[in-house]
């Protein structure tokens, strides 16, 4: 134990790393910040007391100002006894700042759960008024077609009221009160500081559910971006005061709903300042100008594209170099006019070279000019979300198609997917962290090499941590570059902008949707239930639970990248040190081929690098029993393995062939076949493959108890079954036992229960 210094700015917690020590700050403030939210500590906090259930720190912790902090050796729940032992008094201590943290946590789940819920009545009940108003005036206008969109916040796991009261309580006691409840006691210190920590990890979450929600929600209500009620209340007030009619309550009604954006948080100052001074001085009484160019404005949508020079108002928005755009459009125009663009002669490659160049180059001031407030145009968006640069390059009827989807993106946004516009804005706002790039290094491991390297020094590397627009420049240059080219199929004719020749159908049936990839991801799930289960640990030492492995659900994040193409990439199989982060999949926004089967060869990668992550460097060592490593065994001495025909080994032979002695890429095929044939009773798999798909891809109960007729399964079923009841029995005694202890059996526990009924 010892004290430490930590200087203003200096961020001397990463999230992600291992947990090894707790602080209990003595000076100055400290700044916890864990995605988009953040929160400061002051004298007395425990810095860390939020991870004491976990193995890693969740929060990046920074030093708002100098601090002095007194550092306690942590790496479990066993060590609480030790730092107890150098001072009892820190029982109390420690237990009073957990009690406080979980209030203050509490509070602001209560806070969100409000702020959630009102904001749904309240849009609800304004839309409601505007259909009203709508079919009161009788006046044409378009519908408002993501209204649709709207839906209430529901709770994963709700939190009820006597929690939050008795940590208020809790929380209300000064130190002497504590050390009377207490009594030094360590075992009741140490168990109730545990409890508290698990309520603040799953506060936390369901908090950061909230505000995520609330994100996605608050754009239908007042947007800058996108339509919205507001707007559609306004245009409704212009077309009705045009035919000399009364529009006083739409005026009110407009005016509360910008007071209600005011009150509730949810916005930018400056962006909902701008709105309210567009409404709030717009004279209805001088029609004429004012409606002609509100008209002007509403018509672009319905105007015809070819209009537009798209390239002159991409390049006049990025504010890209004039030498080098007047390089470009002549790049583009040289482009149009090659008679094969596939072509790989080396004027056509050194082309295709300078053109990508340009292109990132572009798409990164772009992306720079929206981080900085600029209005997104339709041309701008089929710009960032599809590689679209030219109308005459990409074809009328395509861009006709881009131009109608522009206001139709919200299909391809959901939880886990993103288009590349929302995934880079996400990791502006700190949402979410850039991608590893192709020599698998993430952003921190980066600029360390770059540091090691001698290309920054330590302070350039302390700013530019925590520089979210250095780590969207970052996501550019690496992720979008090297993932554009893989999805798009064939790298060596890989050109970034959007191409008729590319476009192989119309585009909307080529348009790959939210629920084209979960419906792909719930029929794989239906048959490999367990291919995105982690096991992670679950502690409750005052309850007699230390390390207890249980099954988590993590399923990946899909990012649709800006281009056609005919593959999918499986780019992370986690998003962090943390082995319960999302996986990262990558997929054209514009698909050539069967979504469903990218997926699936998709999901065979996954299972193989996943399992890769989890057993480390002895990943192929068949003395430490994994998928990875019985594989490779099976295909490496396949020669001499008995149980297989001659047929079987030839085939062995010319799978290795075709994917170049890549084992992982055998498996992905055999994984392939696993999930459209052997599920269904078609067998394509050898004897000996099948044996360890069963061991470690089982199909889901449903698909068990039809294929159990055949022999070939009966034996393997019945030891799988025997195997899972035990694990089942295990499972409810120990539950048992927890709750007689006092314990909860959260939705998390619930979950690892249910697993062994999939």
């Not at 009594?183 to 545990?194: N, P």
């Not at 994100?215 to 005061?241: D, G, I, P, T, W």
């Not at 240059?477 to 959007?498: A, D, Q, R």
């Amino acid at each position: 134990m010892k004290a430490r210094k930590i200087e203003k700015g200096d961020i001397f917690i990463q999230g992600g790393e291992r947990v090894k020590s707790l602080y209990v700050l003595l000076q100055g403030t400290c700044q916890a910040s864990y995605k988009t939210a953040s929160w400061d500590l002051e004298p007395g906090s425990i810095v860390g007391i939020l991870e004491s259930s976990s193995e890693s720190y969740i929060c990046n912790y920074k030093a708002i100002t100098d601090c002095v902090l007194y550092e306690c050796e942590y790496s479990g729940p066993e060590d609480f006894a030790k730092i107890f032992a150098v001072e009892s008094k820190y029982v109390s201590v420690f237990f009073m700042a957990a009690m406080r943290r979980a209030f203050f946590f509490l509070r602001r789940y209560e806070e969100y759960l409000g702020r959630a819920q009102m904001y749904y009545t309240f849009l609800m009940g304004m839309f409601q008024k505007y259909e009203q108003f709508s079919n009161m005036y009788q006046v044409n206008v378009h519908p408002f077609v993501r209204m649709e969109l709207a839906k209430p916040f529901v709770e994963k796991n709700k939190i009820d009221k006597c929690m939050v009261n008795f940590y208020k309580k809790m929380a209300s006691k000064n130190l002497k009160e504590v050390e009377e409840f207490l009594k030094r006691d360590v075992d009741l210190g140490v168990g109730e500081i545990l409890n508290s920590a698990e309520w603040m990890q799953k506060t936390l979450s369901l908090v950061e559910d909230m505000r995520e929600y609330l994100a996605l929600q608050k754009e239908l209500l007042v947007s800058v971006k996108e339509e919205n009620l507001l707007q559609k209340y306004f245009e409704l007030a212009v077309k009705v005061s045009t035919e000399g009619m009364d529009i006083t309550p739409l005026k009110e009604s407009m005016d509360k709903i910008m007071e209600f954006a005011q009150r509730s948080q949810l916005y930018e100052e400056a962006s909902l300042s701008a709105i309210i001074n567009k409404y709030k001085n717009y004279d209805f009484t001088n029609q004429e100008q004012e409606e002609a160019d509100l008209l002007e404005e509403e018509s672009r949508a319905e105007e015809d594209p070819f209009q537009d020079n798209f390239l002159e108002q991409i390049l006049a928005f990025a504010e890209y170099d004039e030498e080098k755009g007047k390089q470009f459009c002549a790049d583009i125009t040289a482009y149009k006019q090659l008679p094969d663009r596939f072509s790989v002669t080396d004027e056509t490659r050194v082309l295709r070279r300078r053109i990508s160049k340009s292109y990132y180059e572009i798409y990164t001031q772009v992306f720079h000019k929206i981080v900085d407030g600029a209005k997104l145009t339709n041309g701008i968006r089929m710009f960032l979300n599809f590689g679209f640069v030219d109308a005459e390059l990409a074809s009328e009827e395509a861009t006709k198609s881009l131009y109608d989807l522009t206001s139709k993106l919200y299909l391809c946004k959901a939880p886990n997917v993103f288009t590349i516009y929302e995934w880079l804005m996400s990791i502006y706002k700190g949402e979410n962290e850039p991608s590893r790039n192709e020599f698998d290094l993430d952003y921190p491991a980066y600029l360390q090499e770059q540091k090691r390297s001698g290309d920054i020094r330590e302070e350039d590397m302390k700013r530019l941590l925590n520089d979210n627009w250095e780590k969207v420049k970052f996501e550019i240059e690496n992720m979008l570059t090297s993932n554009g080219k893989m999805t798009y199929g064939k790298i060596s004719s890989f050109c970034p902008v959007l191409c008729e020749d590319d476009v192989i159908n119309s585009i909307e049936n080529m348009l790959v949707t939210a629920e084209k990839i979960n419906s792909s991801l719930n029929y794989i799930r239906s048959i490999d239930y367990s291919i995105f289960y982690r096991k992670v640990v679950f502690s409750d030492p005052d309850r007699d639970i230390n390390m207890e492995m249980i099954e988590k659900e993590v399923l990946p994040s899909i990012i649709l990248m800006p281009n056609t193409g005919s593959r999918g990439m499986m780019w992370q199989e986690t998003s962090g040190v943390r082995k319960d982060t999302p996986a990262r999949f990558m997929l054209p926004v514009l698909c050539a081929t069967d979504v469903m089967e990218i997926m699936i060869e998709s999901a065979g990668r996954y299972r193989w690098e996943i399992c890769r992550k989890i057993q480390g460097v002895r990943w192929n060592d068949v003395t430490e029993p994994s998928l990875t490593s019985e594989y490779s065994d099976y295909i490496q001495y396949y020669r001499k393995n008995h149980e297989l025909s001659a047929d079987a080994k030839e085939k062995i032979k010319n799978a290795l062939y075709k994917a170049k002695n890549n084992f992982r890429e055998v498996y992905v095929k055999d994984y392939q076949s696993w999930i459209n044939y052997e599920a269904k009773g078609s067998f394509r798999l050898n004897k000996v493959a099948r044996d360890l798909f069963l061991k470690y891809c089982p199909f889901s109960k449903n698909i068990r108890q039809t294929l159990r007729i055949n022999p070939m399964y009966q034996e393997v079923f019945q030891r799988f079954d025997v195997a899972n009841e035990r694990s089942i029995r295990r499972i409810e005694a120990l539950y048992e036992r927890y709750r007689k202890k006092g314990g909860e059996i959260t939705k998390e526990l619930q979950d690892n229960r249910d697993f062994y009924d999939l």
